[in-house]
């Protein structure tokens, strides 16, 4: 093997060694890929999941609201007493709801405990009729200052004509004390936020609530836009973020998707470590492999190199025999000349044997 065709082995196998090395890191990133878009997958189906259990508590509030609308609908005249008895009849354990009230024409408000209070500087019994059934955002409690809440309101129709308005009353504090998930083993955390104004209804995460405008100082992954997802929350459509959390430095994976209730959406947020725990043996094994094949390629240069060394360093004393060689042959040819000119030739005359 001469000098050329080491040279030639030499660039073959750092070309080879290179593109091995990229397609090593190249499947790396395009397994992290797929991995990443299977727990936003896994993500999806969970928000989703939540999402419609929202929207099922809602109808199943809904039909019961209904039921209660349509016995006090066939009640004449009734006094506050039988009122009550209707609000106390069915218990709300596995709903969302704290307590039902009745808002009578005058704008005084009838509780479940038979207390009335007046509530005009809150609610306009005209204003609640003509809306009809709905539920609420996050409002000011009519009873309690210092509690917020979310009213589910049915009229009570009676001969085409709004007598009451039923409210199923959820308060904030029994929302949030209420809503239990142990989805990603308790380490996700759920929120649900008005898309209309982007504030806040639920926040497991948080003491308090905020607006949706506070993620806008988040550092966002690649790939994430701060108009994208803002506008999709609006409009009331699903989609996905990443980004890291201001208070413990960490990559946090965020799904959101609409409840069909209002324009509220569910926010599912937990943290990339936990989300793609499952994958972490395929990428451990991953990386594994890409040492190790380093590894052998670094041994295999290095080793090359040292046989590269010997090659070349037989060849070179190789020629330098063989010069040495050609040497002294030259020089034992110019002195048998020289030898045969004096010995042989010299004696005759010179024209004889030039």
Not at 31 to 57: G, P, S, Y
Not at 236 to 247: D, E, I, M, N
Not at 257 to 283: C, F, H, L, Y
Request: proline share 2%.
């Amino acid at each position: 093997m001469n000098r050329r065709q080491i040279i030639f082995v030499i660039i073959l196998t750092a070309v080879v060694a290179i593109s091995l090395s990229v397609l090593i890191v190249t499947t790396i990133n395009d397994v992290n890929d797929l991995i990443e878009q299977e727990c936003f997958d896994k993500l999806e189906d969970t928000t989703q999941f939540l999402a419609k259990e929202i929207k099922r508590a809602a109808d199943a509030d809904r039909t019961i609201l209904t039921a209660m609308a349509t016995i006090i609908s066939g009640m004449e005249n009734p006094d506050n007493e039988k009122l009550c008895e209707v609000l106390n009849t069915y218990r709300f354990d596995t709903s969302y709801i704290s307590y039902t009230e009745l808002l009578f024409p005058d704008n005084t408000m009838l509780g479940a405990d038979d207390s009335v209070r007046d509530v005009s500087d809150s609610l306009s019994f005209t204003k609640e009729a003509a809306a009809g059934a709905y539920i609420s955002n996050l409002m000011q409690s009519a009873s309690e200052a210092d509690e917020m809440v979310i009213r589910h309101a049915v009229p009570v129709v009676r001969n085409g004509r709004t007598t009451y308005i039923l409210y199923g009353v959820i308060r904030h504090s029994d929302l949030s004390e209420k809503y239990k998930t142990d989805i990603y083993e308790g380490q996700a955390y759920v929120l649900i936020e008005d898309g209309d104004t982007g504030d806040f209804l639920l926040d497991t995460w948080h003491k308090t609530l905020g607006n949706i405008e506070a993620f806008n100082d988040r550092k966002l992954e690649p790939g994430y836009s701060r108009n994208t997802y803002m506008s999709e929350l609006k409009a009331g459509k699903g989609g996905r973020l990443a980004f890291t959390s201001k208070s413990t430095g960490k990559v946090l994976f965020l799904r959101y998707d609409p409840t069909g209730v209002n324009n509220w959406n569910i926010m599912v947020m937990v943290p990339q470590a936990v989300a793609m725990r499952e994958s972490e043996t395929v990428s451990r094994r991953l990386y594994c492999m890409a040492a190790i094949i380093g590894t052998v390629m670094l041994l295999y240069m290095l080793a090359l190199r040292g046989a590269f060394s010997v090659l070349i360093g037989r060849y070179e004393s190789l020629a330098m025999k063989t010069k040495l060689r050609e040497f002294k042959i030259e020089t034992h040819m110019k002195d048998s000349m020289r030898i045969f000119k004096a010995r042989v030739l010299l004696p005759f005359p010179a024209y004889l044997w030039m």
